[in-house]
């Protein structure tokens, strides 16, 4: 058996042999919605790469010189065609990404990072932490992301405890602890990243957080000690299992259930409650919903809302809540996802409310 290189990004799961070669879907940071043609002859031919196993990089030893431009995107390996991305319609170009490992509190945490070398320096950082639970982020095309990227936003995206695609142990870690190991890896990154931020004179990372992870962001902000974070976005959260088993339709009980979310964590930290928290959020907040979000309903975002208000947050000043009028759960990505998506990189950029 030999190793064969491939290009950097996702590879879809069905191929199809042509006179060209071997075609597949395929996708990456800059190369949205792509195709990739493998010439198997040329493939064979070409010298085979050295193959180095990947270190966990302690966010001490992260780059922070800035280079003289963004890393480019790597070229396709000899034998491989990528063909079909469109471009962006502003007629600039796609940012790209690289996969990192930083050393976690109970081993390494695979990323997903936009930024190039310097983006632990970068003006302005973004943790972004993805649903699920059961899911990961990848090394391909996120428009919300890219958006960020686009924005001058660097983005840490990690696939801390319970992401899937790191083998069973790994996936399993939360089940029956939502808000456990997956929060501890969090806030561990969090902490590193912003002592190394406040060490350069930079502002703290900003948190972002799509439903489960949303969620997750809104535990981190909570918990995290005051200033280490400087604002925080999330769509679409749920503020606990038990919150959550309440109000859900009958398969999402089903599915929170058979994942651990039925039982309830606590420990030192306390309950995985977000209403239960919500007092020690400090930082700037946004809360985008759709209002016929069938997964994780809206009043989920309601109940947040009003507490808020209970605790005498100003709406408008300290926090900013907006319903996305007809839009389900994947808000991101339905029709009026490009006015969400700059809405959420220009508050994460700038931490303005309004």
């Not at 064969?4 to 919605?33: F, K, T």
């Not at 409650?273 to 809206?298: I, M």
């Not at 000043?317 to 907006?322: A, G, K, T």
């Amino acid at each position: 058996m030999r190793p064969l290189p491939v290009p950097p990004g996702r590879l879809g799961a069905v191929g199809h042999w042509s006179a060209a070669g071997l075609r597949m879907p395929y996708s990456a940071p800059d190369r949205p919605a792509a195709l990739a043609t493998l010439d198997v002859a040329a493939l064979l031919a070409a010298e085979p790469p050295a193959r180095q196993a990947p270190m966990a990089l302690p966010l001490a030893l992260a780059p922070l010189d800035a280079p003289p431009a963004e890393r480019v995107a790597a070229r396709a390996p000899a034998g491989w065609r990528l063909d079909g991305s469109a471009a962006p319609g502003d007629g600039g170009r796609w940012r790209s990404a690289q996969c990192l490992e930083l050393a976690g509190p109970a081993g390494p945490v695979e990323a997903v990072v936009y930024g190039g070398e310097s983006w632990l320096s970068a003006p302005h950082l973004v943790l972004a932490l993805h649903g699920g639970p059961a899911d990961a982020w990848r090394l391909e095309f996120d428009p919300a992301l890219q958006r960020m990227a686009a924005e001058g936003l660097a983005v840490l995206a990690p696939n801390q405890r319970g992401s899937t695609g790191y083998g069973p142990e790994y996936a399993m870690a939360i089940r029956g602890a939502w808000g456990g190991p997956d929060l501890e890896d969090v806030l561990a990154l969090l902490e590193g990243v912003a002592g190394q931020r406040a060490a350069l004179g930079l502002e703290p990372p900003a948190l972002f957080g799509v439903s489960y992870g949303a969620f997750l962001a809104l535990l981190a902000a909570a918990h995290a000690p005051v200033g280490a974070v400087s604002r925080c976005a999330v769509v679409a959260p749920f503020l606990s299992g038990g919150r959550l088993l309440a109000e859900a339709a009958a398969p999402v009980r089903a599915l929170t259930a058979r994942l651990g979310g039925d039982r309830e964590l606590e420990d030192a930290l306390g309950p995985r409650d977000v209403l239960r928290v919500a007092h020690r959020l400090h930082a700037p907040l946004l809360v985008v919903h759709g209002d016929r979000d069938e997964v994780v309903p809206v009043g989920q975002s309601r109940s947040l809302r009003h507490e808020l208000l209970r605790l005498g947050r100003v709406e408008g000043v300290d926090f900013r809540y907006v319903e996305a009028a007809g839009a389900g759960h994947e808000v991101l990505a339905e029709e009026g996802a490009a006015a969400v998506h700059e809405l959420l990189a220009g508050f994460l950029r700038t931490g303005r409310p309004t």
